[in-house]
């Protein structure tokens, strides 16, 4: 389909009262995306590929929603709501411009698929003036029937109007239709509003094309694919079928996972080869695992880098600006945040390190915590390679270990401590004759096992 080009309008006006929140509906999360984020992510782009996004006039979060994700696309505000064919009116000026294709899509739909899309397009490249998008229902009851004889739809009836012949049809209406281009503003603005709540429905476009003597289409898709979200509790099974179909996608990709059904992931999760995700995993947005990490179980992770080999939990939280380098381990009951821990650098158990970076090889002892807020500001800590931090000790940030340190146990670091020095501060005050002993034995023996 790239030699067409393409117009997709995504009407995303609604206020979303039934979903009890003050949050606009469009921007409710499916698997650590709005349903927004997923409707434009599916729609065409690329060059040929325009986008506009019809929303309501006090939707600003909205707005920055959208140019966050597509700043290629224009926004129009539909400042009066009389129905869906006057929404996509709003966006007249876009319309104005004749692209070959017109998509038409709703802003929660978060389960639509670019292949669907695509599908439409294809109907319109074969002469159709208008394809609209269908799907069967095991209980059609409330919807919209789709009347076809011959292979063309013939009209969309709403329930309430339709005989008890028509109402027997499980072909249903699933609100997306896809116009050509160059006749779609000539079709909808002939669309009246002589109804009861005198609005300009879209599913009226269906009797316009037929009168003009022009052919329309039927694409069927699974009704899962094209489920409106307006409650929580249908936000909730959108969660689920979005989750079982990552799910796959991450197994068919050669993800192990021993109990899937127990592990979240996010739409942008990516993996390398080999990667192994233990029962009862959260993986939230923005996270990337490479060649053979193996995450173990009740870890959460979000916004984070994991480099190869490396080993996260269990129990292990990970928050954004967590960056791992290859062979890193992060143990029981560990929370980082804002840190870059390089190769090989061990944090085994009970710690936190938050605004760090530590250097290759480097080893932090249990219940080790950088202290990197003072109340009032952030600070960092910096860790040179192969450096050793004994258990119970405090990092007292802004400060910098270097190269080869030693942090005797339960030490508070209040100061900078030079390469291959040791440290066994309680404050300010240093101790170096109680750490003298431990030292020698560093430097003839090696670094001793701690954890």
């Given at each position: 389909m790239t030699a067409r080009t393409s117009l997709t309008i995504v009407l995303a006006a609604g206020e979303g009262?039934?979903?009890?929140?003050?949050?606009?509906?469009?921007?409710?999360?499916?698997?650590?995306?709005?349903?927004?984020?997923?409707?434009?992510?599916?729609?065409?782009s690329g060059a040929g590929a325009a986008l506009a996004v019809v929303i309501g006039p006090d939707h600003q979060p909205v707005a920055a929603e959208i140019r966050r994700l597509r700043p290629d696309a224009t926004t129009f505000i539909q400042r009066e709501r009389l129905g869906t064919a006057h929404a996509v009116l709003a966006a007249r000026e876009a319309i104005i411009g004749g692209a070959d294709d017109l998509l038409v899509v709703f802003g929660d739909t978060p389960l639509i698929s670019a292949a669907t899309f695509e599908r439409l397009r294809a109907a319109l490249k074969n002469g159709a003036a208008l394809?609209?998008?269908?799907?069967?229902?095991?209980?059609p009851t409330g919807y919209g029937r789709l009347?076809?004889?011959?292979g063309e739809l013939r009209a969309i009836r709403e329930h309430a109007d339709a005989s008890p012949a028509e109402r027997a049809i499980t072909l249903c209406n699933a609100g997306v239709m896809a116009f050509d281009g160059h006749r779609a503003l000539?079709?909808?603005?002939?669309?009246?509003?002589?109804?009861?709540?005198a609005e300009y429905y879209l599913v009226d476009a269906v009797a316009i094309v037929r009168e003009l003597g022009w052919e329309t289409a039927v694409i069927e898709t699974s009704g899962e694919e094209v489920r409106g979200i307006n409650t929580k509790a249908?936000?909730?099974?959108?969660?689920?079928?979005?989750?079982?179909?990552?799910r796959t996608a991450a197994l068919e990709a050669g993800v192990t996972m021993i109990a899937p059904e127990t592990i979240y992931l996010a739409a942008d999760t990516?993996?390398?080869n080999d990667v192994t995700i233990e029962p009862f995993v959260v993986i939230g947005p923005g996270v990337s695992i490479s060649d053979g990490a193996v995450i173990h179980s009740f870890s959460h992770i979000v916004q984070s880098s994991i480099g190869r080999n490396a080993s996260v939990g269990p129990y292990a939280r990970l928050r954004p600006g967590t960056l791992l380098g290859d062979g890193a381990k992060i143990g029981n009951f560990v929370e980082?945040?804002?840190?870059?821990?390089?190769a090989g650098v061990k944090v085994n158990h009970l710690s936190y390190i938050g605004d760090a970076h530590i250097g290759a090889n480097t080893n932090i002892g249990a219940g080790t915590i950088t202290c990197n807020y003072d109340g009032f500001s952030k600070h960092r800590t910096t860790i040179g390679v192969g450096a050793f931090i004994g258990t119970n000790s405090s990092l007292v940030a802004p400060v910098k270990i270097g190269n080869a340190a030693y942090v005797g146990s339960g030490s508070v670091i209040t100061r900078d401590v030079p390469d291959n020095a040791l440290a066994v501060e309680r404050g300010q005050q240093t101790n170096r004759e109680g750490g003298a002993a431990r030292y020698r034995e560093m430097k003839t023996r090696g670094k001793p096992k701690q954890g």
């Open positions: 009262t039934r979903m009890r929140s003050s949050i606009p509906k469009v921007l409710h999360p499916v698997a650590g995306q709005s349903m927004l984020a997923h409707v434009l992510g599916a729609s065409p394809a609209v998008l269908g799907f069967r229902a095991a209980d009347l076809v004889e011959g000539q079709i909808i603005e002939k669309i009246g509003n002589s109804n009861s709540k249908q936000l909730a099974e959108a969660e689920q079928i979005m989750q079982a179909r990552l990516t993996f390398g980082t945040k804002a840190a870059v821990l390089e």
